[in-house]
């Protein structure tokens, strides 16, 4: 079993910066695979990044290319967002999600996570 849980949003304005973190805890060979969603009210959840945690590839939505970094502290069992140059379209709530094993090709399906954290918010305003 693994437990996640996420910390770091909060409300911004248009243009700003906020990084998230997702700390994990329990079997390490649960988490090999980690990803951010999130869902805007009315909207399905959607991927935003992955990570394997093992060789640190990553895989973004087009999106946030350019603006996101997802990255991970494996010393410290932590998962990082770091969302620069913040629009009000990325206002959501934010999850974080582990899978086992690692999957053949990278995806930002939420049905290839197996674990679930409960979310924190983010807002940005124009």
Excluded: H
């Excluded at 910066?17 to 990803?35: E, K, P, Q």
């Excluded at 087009?62 to 069992?77: E, Q």
Aim: net charge positive; proline share 4%.
């Amino acid at each position: 079993q693994v437990q996640l849980v996420e910390s770091g949003g909060g409300s911004v304005q248009a243009g700003g910066s906020l990084r998230l973190s997702c700390a994990a805890s329990g079997d390490s060979y649960s988490t090999v695979y980690m990803a951010w969603f999130r869902q805007a009210p009315g909207k399905e959840r959607e991927g935003v990044a992955a990570i394997a945690t093992g060789g640190g590839t990553t895989y973004y939505t087009d999106s946030v290319k350019g603006r996101f970094t997802i990255s991970v502290d494996n010393a410290k069992n932590t998962l990082y967002l770091q969302m620069n140059s913040l629009k009000p379209e990325d206002t959501a709530m934010y999850y974080c999600a582990a899978a086992t094993p690692l999957p053949r090709f990278f995806t930002l399906s939420p049905k290839a996570m197996n674990y679930w954290g409960q979310g924190t918010q983010v807002t940005v305003s124009s």
